[in-house]
Antibody
Framework: QVQLVQSGAEVKKPGASVKVSCKAS????????MHWVRQAPGQRPEWMGW????????RYSEKFQVRVTITRDTSATTAYMELSSLRSEDTAVYYC???????????????WGQGTLVTVSS | DIQLTQSPSFLSASVGNRVTITCRAS??????LAWYQQKPGKAPKLLIY???TLQSGVPSRFSGSGSGTDFTLTISSLQPEDFATYYC?????????FGGGTTVEIK
């Protein structure tokens, strides 16, 4: 069965960086892209970017363009999201989500990781 | 960016009620819209994609409709496990965006 298992909660100081991992299993890792979405407390989900796991190409939200880096290690079937220059407003749960093609030219976020809470506090 | 506005933001309903949630896009997105259910402390769960296609394993009491800018999610007979927050999501163009959510609570 498809599983996305994320790394544990993190507490960081303002200005620091955080790197969250997303370990995939149960499918061919390189056949599906991976997105990252975050959700601040009581807020709507917010899309950050995605990676073509097959070739490593990425696309980021303009909001996070200068601070986020999404990578993958195909041998470890793991995707990573690193966010730098953290501030208190980055306190949120960070999710990875598998991106799958479906009929009619549509795509879906069909499997999600369990989420990683990142707390930014001095 | 495409803005998604959901209404209502909160609703109170009883088991067995029919519930309708709307999502309006700031510009046309054809049918590139999905609906998710989220329970506290859990990741969003995909219910509907392409505006009206039920995701595998999702009960048939959930249905979606709409195209262009106006969309609806309907729960035909609310069950105890349906009390949650629901989000719409557009995948028509980047950045992918989500609606503000509708929390369904027990009356």
């Amino acid at each position: 069965q498809v599983q996305l298992v994320q790394s544990g909660a993190e507490v960081k100081k303002p200005g620091a960086s955080v790197k969250v991992s997303c370990k995939a299993s149960g499918y061919t890792f390189t056949s599906f892209a991976m997105h990252w979405v975050r959700q601040a407390p009581g807020q709507r989900p917010e899309w950050m970017g995605w990676i073509n796991v097959g070739n490593g190409n990425t696309r980021y939200s303009e909001k996070f363009q200068v601070r986020v880096t999404i990578t993958r290690d195909t041998s470890a079937t793991t995707a990573y999201m690193e966010l730098s220059s953290l501030r208190s407003e980055d306190t949120a749960v960070y999710y990875c989500a598998r991106w799958a093609p479906v009929a009619g030219g549509h795509t879906i976020f069909d499997y999600w990781g369990q989420g990683t809470l990142v707390t930014v506090s001095s | 960016d495409i803005q998604l506005t959901q209404s209502p933001s909160f609703l109170s309903a009883s088991v067995g009620n029919r519930v309708t949630i709307t999502c309006r896009a700031s510009q046309g997105i054809t049918n590139y819209l999905a609906w998710y259910q989220q329970k506290p402390g859990k990741a969003p769960k995909l219910l509907i994609y392409a505006a009206s296609t039920l995701q595998s394993g999702v009960p048939s009491r959930f249905s979606g409709s709409g195209s262009g800018t106006d969309f609806t999610l309907t729960i035909s007979s609310l069950q105890p496990e349906d009390f949650a927050t629901y989000y719409c999501q557009q995948l028509n163009s980047y950045p992918v965006t989500f609606g503000g959510g509708t929390t369904v609570e027990i009356k």
